[in-house]
């Protein structure tokens, strides 16, 4: 039994018990690996199953692996054409265009309503903030036709501007990036306003760069967010060369029912950027949520 002393010269016992040490090190590494398999072995299921035909799909017992992996199911969702310009690239790119479009928006203006509530001093702050917040509580289904009516009467049904500018701010982006502000040392914006700073300087050089993560994480949120959307785009975009990727998908799988296979890859087209985007980052995406309800 090793024994270590510490600093101001008290005994502490090192590798007391290293049995109990490689158990807890494979427990851990055994959730791990449980955790793993239960969350991506359906993906990778739907993934080999972009490869097979309709009839291995459904076939039992089912097998893990195609007869032959057939590379043209993706060729041929790819190619799919429903008429007047419907196509799985322009879907591609519309729903990339209004995620990203939506993302960029909300990052800026969520960012500077942040900045305001945290850092502001002005009448009626602290209400204007708790009716932000109020909205929260507010399902999306009562707003639905009412936002639908008001984006008729400014005609903008059937554009990309019916989703963006409803989507430029929110309440739960506002309140994440208020909270992480608050975090942030008053003392660093007082030095840049010793050093001649203004008050847009000082939000853009010195609490936006302190604010990475948070910025991420919400770029991320109304990312996905807006990836994933359906009624919205259902409601607003009535051309097929208009459609978001969940509306196509809903219509290419009336379209091919019987062919779970080519259901299966445009579920991957669908899938597969917004896991790209989470991976890449990741790192500031946890860093983000775990700082955003810390005040300092």
Known sequence: MAVATDSIGTKSHVNRHPSRYYVELGLRYAALIIVGIVLFTPFILAGIG???????????????????????????VWNTDLGAGGTFPRW????????TSVAVLQVVFCSMAAYSFARLDYPGKDMMFNFMLGTMMIP??????????????LKLLNTFWSLILPGMVSAGGIFMLTQFFK??????????????????????????????PALLTVFILQFQGMWNSFVQPLLYLDSPKMWVL??????????????????????MFNAIPVLILFFMFSKYYMEGVSYAGVKG
Request: aromatic letters at 14%; zero cysteines.
């Open 50 to 76: 972009t490869f097979k035909t309709d009839a291995e799909i459904t076939a039992y017992p089912p097998e893990f692996f195609p007869k032959e992996w057939l590379a043209e199911n993706w060729v041929k």
């Open 92 to 99: 591609l790119f519309n729903t990339a265009f209004l995620a």
């Open 140 to 153: 999306g289904a009562v707003t639905l036709i009412p936002a639908y009516v008001l984006m008729g009467k």
């Open 183 to 212: 975090s942030i040392p008053r003392d660093l914006e007082e030095a840049a306003y010793i050093d001649g700073a203004s008050q847009l300087q000082v939000y853009k050089d010195v609490v936006l760069p302190l604010a990475r």
């Open 246 to 267: 969940n509306v196509a998908l809903s219509v290419f799988q009336q379209n091919y029912k019987a062919q779970w296979n080519l259901t299966l890859v445009g579920a």
